[in-house]
């Protein structure tokens, strides 16, 4: 270490520091202008010396900055930080402004004073504190937000306009992907992005960025003029639409992933320039961040189901369950009482008891049917049966039921039809919850059809009645658990099409309802073909 800095280690220092070293005389004209001035002005020493200070500063600034200068000159404080009362910036060649930090000093030489200024160009701390600053409070909104649409509809409105001009959220649903929410800063493009979200879930194509994200788990970023390979590999109309119209310069992909899962993707755009290191990194906090909260709303969300099927079950096992058993006990007592007085038992009042106990029966049943459903637990046993022989046993023991009315039941069977696939018990189940529903709704002396014909997805089964009929706004709501049109002279709990729906959609079916107020109700389902 010398003991002394001398003149050429002073100048050496000067000259290899990165932060601007630029030196003025009084009447403020540049007299030196280091390596690291020109690196970050863009001006050569060459072509800036000589020149006034006010070149380096923006033009509203101008004027406030001389008459600072000459104030310091007066004060005769020997240096002094700059931009303590407001913020700092300097203008580059190239006309950019940028965030400055600086410091001033002056130096008497004889008569004359020299300015000697430090300055460092915070452009990159500026915009990584702003960015920290964006993502902690993001963090907050997307912990306040409320299920996992709502998280998504945050995530995108953070997203546009900060980092991107448009962005899309999607969920992934297997081997593909279901957009749940979308902006844009152009409110028109923002309608057509929409439209995607409300399209169903698209498997993407082999050379679409998202197929890469599926396999890599990793961003994957598109530049420039990324709307052509885009519009190459939209699968869909809506998306097709939406690339031609947001016609985007750069494209990032992000992952969404969360405990080792990929749930989603993030998707941003922007339509012109592209996306440097820094926005990546940005980019990629933003999605961890969003797959974070995703992750929990979803959590949140499977919770408040499970909790509102508790609460229904619950509230069904003691509304439904309350009726008989109390039948039971005050029969049972009545028919004791009886009995202790020497009398015999009433038939009608054993009968009673055993209908209470076959309501109580049939409801539990339907709740553990549910309950495989909800665990995806229905297990189908399907074997290749003959329609006809299926439906003739399974209407053989709801004839009882039906004369009991007074409703004529009539059967309906193509010849030759080919073999289905079934599972007899569960099969047979389901006919009885739509042939009792027929029967429930019809009036006495009414008919009650039951069909089977072949068609291209294998055997549709139908039953048709002609009694009260289903409301039009009610339709899409029958096969939602324990919905009923009227709560009034309940019998069922409103469980019977859930079901019948979890048990042909189980054989691989459809199963649907059409029906007229007034004038009847058909309910149709398929089954496939065995071979
Ligand atoms: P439940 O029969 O126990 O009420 P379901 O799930 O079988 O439950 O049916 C739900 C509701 O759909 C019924 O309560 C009724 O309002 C309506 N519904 C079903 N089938 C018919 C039908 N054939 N005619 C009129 N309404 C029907």
């Known amino acids: ?122 452009t990159i701390r500026q915009r990584l504190e702003q960015r920290q600053r964006f993502l902690a409070e993001a963090g907050e909104k997307l912990a306040s937000a409320f299920g996992s649409s709502e998280t998504l509809t945050k995530v995108a409105q953070l997203a546009v306009p900060t980092i991107a ?103 941003l755009f922007r339509t012109h320039g592209s996306f440097d290191r820094d926005d990546v990194g940005f980019a990629e906090d933003l999605a961890r961040l969003a797959a974070l909260a995703l992750d929990n709303a979803r959590l949140h969300d499977t919770v408040r189901a499970s909790l509102r099927a508790r609460d229904e079950m619950v509230g069904v096992v003691s509304h439904d369950l309350r009726n008989p058993v109390a039948a039971v006990k005050m029969l049972s007592r009545m028919m004791l009482r009886e009995q202790e007085s020497g009398g015999a038992a009433d038939r009608e009042n054993i009968e009673l008891i055993a209908q209470a106990a076959e309501q109580m029966d049939a409801l539990i049943r339907d709740l553990l049917d549910v309950n495989r459903l909800d665990a995806g637990r229905l297990a189908i046993a399907a074997a290749p049966v003959d329609p006809s022989v299926l439906l003739t046993d399974s209407l053989q023991t709801l004839r009882p039921l039906v004369e009991e009315k007074g409703i004529d039941l009539d059967l309906q069977i193509e010849t030759a039809l080919p073999k289905v696939l079934a599972d007899r018990e569960r099969i047979q189940q389901t006919l009885s919850n739509l042939v009792g529903n027929a029967i429930k709704f019809s009036p006495p002396g009414s008919k009650i059809v039951v069909a089977v014909r072949s068609d291209r997805e294998g055997a549709v089964i139908s039953v048709l009645d002609s009694g009260t009929g289903i409301a039009v706004e009610h339709l899409p709501r029958v096969f939602d658990r324990y919905w009923q049109s009227s709560r009034t002279n309940r019998q069922g709990a409103g469980l019977g099409l859930a079901i019948a729906k979890g048990i042909v959609e189980a054989h691989g079916g459809r199963i649907w309802i059409e029906s007229r107020p007034g004038e009847g109700t058909t309910a149709s389902f398929t089954l496939p073909l065995a071979e």
């Open 165 to 267: 001009d448009g962005c899309i959220l999607e969920n992934r649903v297997g081997s593909g992907f279901l957009a749940g929410a979308s902006a844009h800063v152009d409110p028109h493009i923002e309608a057509i992005l929409d439209e995607i979200c409300l399209a169903g879930a698209r498997i993407p194509s082999k050379d679409h960025p998202l197929t890469e994200i599926l396999n890599s788990r990793a961003h994957v970023l598109l530049q420039p003029s990324a709307a052509s390979r885009l519009t190459v590999a939209s699968a869909s109309p809506s998306y097709l639409k939406a690339m031609t119209a947001m016609n985007p310069e750069s494209a990032l992909f992000l992952p969404l992933v969360a405990r080792e899962q990929l749930i989603g993707a993030l998707t």
């Open 1 to 122: 270490m010398p003991d002394r800095i001398t003149h050429d280690i002073l100048a050496e220092i000067v000259e290899i520091a990165s932060d601007a070293v630029i030196c003025m005389d009084a009447t403020q004209h540049i007299t030196f202008f280091n390596r690291g001035a020109e690196v970050i002005f863009g001006w050569t020493s060459e072509e800036i010396v000589g020149q006034r200070i006010e070149t380096l500063i923006p033009e509203r600034y101008r004027g406030s900055h001389a008459r600072q200068v000459e104030e310091f000159g007066r004060s005769k404080v020997r240096a002094r930080r700059m931009g303590e009362r407001r913020e700092i910036a300097g203008i580059r060649k190239s006309g950019e402004e940028f965030p400055a930090e600086a410091a001033i000093s002056q130096v008497q030489q004889g008569d004359d004073v020299v300015y000697a200024v430090v300055l460092r160009d915070v």
